[in-house]
C-alpha cells in the first residue's frame, strides 16, 4: 500500500505537470506504469497498444460492450473538428476500475494553444464567441451520455448556459479550467473507455460487466422562462446589416435572436425484460434566456 500511494503521487505530480508545461499526459513508460499502479488502488489506467487491447480481446476476456453513444461534427468548421479529434484521442482504451474516479480535466490536460489546440466557438455568458478549444464540450458531453447509459456514477457535471445542439437537454456536460466532468466506477468491474472519430460521429465505447439493466434516459422541460424584451439599436441604415424584415414600428435587422430560458431534468429510466424496475431523476438544470437585439433606421421622433 506504501509503494502504491508513493506511485499515486508520482502520477498525480505528472498530471500537473503535463497540465503546466503542456506535456501529454503519460508520455513516458514510467508515468504510465505509474498511472496503472494507481489503478490497483482503485483509479484510472492508460492500457497502452501492447497490452493488446479490442473490442475483440475484450470479449475474450469477459469484457462486454456495455454502453455506446455518438455525436455529430458533420457541420462543425476545421478548427473545431481538430479539437474534438485532439480531446478524443486521450481516451483510448483508458481503464477505471472499481471505486476509481476519473476527473475528464487531468486526462485531457489544459486545452491552450501550445498543446496544439486551435479557437473555435465557445460560449461564454450566454453566447457564443471564439475561444481556444472550442469544441471539446462535445467530447465531455459524449463520454458523459455513454457513462450514464451504462449506468456507472457521477460525481460532478454541470450542463452549459445553452442547450448544446449535439446531445438532449440536461444530458450535456460542459467542462473549462474551473469546471470538471468527474466519473465514478461505481460498479464491481473494470471500465473500459474507447473514444474515436467515425466519420464525421464522435464516438465512446464502453466495455465491463452489463449491469443487467436497459437503461434509458429521457430529457424533460419542466418550465420555461420567457427572455426580456429585445434589446434595439438605431442605425443610419440598415445595409450590411443582414435580412431586413418589416413590423408594426417599420424595418428592423435582427442582430440576436431571443430564447426562453428553460429549466430541465434528465431521467433515468432501468427496465429488465422490457419492465420498468426503477425511475429516477439525475439531474436538474437550468439554461439562461437570451435576450434579443435587433437593429432599426433611426427617424427623426427618435432624435433627441
Not at 7 to 24: H, Y
Not at 47 to 64: F, K, P, V, W, Y
Request: include cysteine.
Amino acid at each position: 500500500m506504501r509503494v502504491a500511494k508513493k506511485w499515486i503521487l508520482i502520477s498525480l505530480l505528472a498530471i500537473i505537470a503535463a497540465a503546466t508545461f503542456g506535456w501529454g499526459l503519460y508520455t513516458t513508460r514510467a508515468m504510465r506504469a505509474a498511472c496503472v499502479l494507481q489503478a490497483s488502488d482503485g483509479a484510472v489506467a492508460i492500457l497502452t497498444a501492447d497490452n493488446g487491447q479490442s473490442a475483440a480481446a475484450n470479449e475474450t476476456r469477459g469484457m462486454r460492450r456495455i454502453a455506446s453513444f455518438r455525436t455529430s461534427i458533420a457541420t462543425s468548421g476545421a478548427d473545431r473538428r481538430h479539437n474534438v479529434a485532439l480531446a478524443t484521442s486521450n481516451f483510448s482504451w483508458l481503464a477505471v476500475q472499481p471505486g476509481g474516479v476519473l476527473s475528464f480535466n487531468a486526462v485531457v490536460g489544459l486545452r491552450t494553444i501550445e498543446r496544439g489546440y486551435r479557437e473555435a466557438k465557445v460560449i461564454v455568458g450566454g453566447e457564443y464567441v471564439p475561444g481556444v478549444g472550442g469544441g471539446v464540450c462535445q467530447v465531455s458531453s459524449t463520454l458523459y451520455n455513454a457513462w450514464i447509459r451504462a449506468g456507472l456514477g457521477v460525481e460532478s457535471v454541470r450542463a452549459h448556459s445553452l442547450p448544446s445542439s449535439y446531445c438532449d437537454l440536461s444530458q450535456d456536460a460542459t467542462v473549462t479550467e474551473w469546471i470538471d466532468l468527474v466519473l465514478v466506477n461505481d460498479s464491481n468491474a473494470d471500465v473500459l473507455i474507447n473514444g474515436y472519430l467515425d466519420g464525421d460521429r464522435v464516438v465512446f465505447d464502453l466495455y465491463g460487466t452489463p449491469s443487467g439493466y436497459e437503461i434509458e434516459i429521457v430529457s424533460e422541460i419542466e418550465r420555461t422562462v420567457p427572455p426580456p424584451a429585445a434589446e434595439t439599436i438605431y442605425v443610419p441604415t440598415l445595409d450590411g446589416y443582414g435580412a431586413i424584415q418589416t413590423d408594426e414600428y417599420g424595418s428592423y435587422v435582427t442582430l440576436r435572436a431571443s430564447k426562453n430560458g428553460l429549466c430541465t431534468l434528465a431521467r433515468e429510466i432501468r427496465r429488465r425484460d422490457g419492465q420498468i424496475v426503477s425511475e429516477r431523476v439525475l439531474r436538474r438544470d437550468t439554461y439562461a434566456t437570451v435576450q434579443g437585439k435587433i437593429a432599426r433606421v433611426q427617424s427623426a421622433s427618435d432624435t433627441p
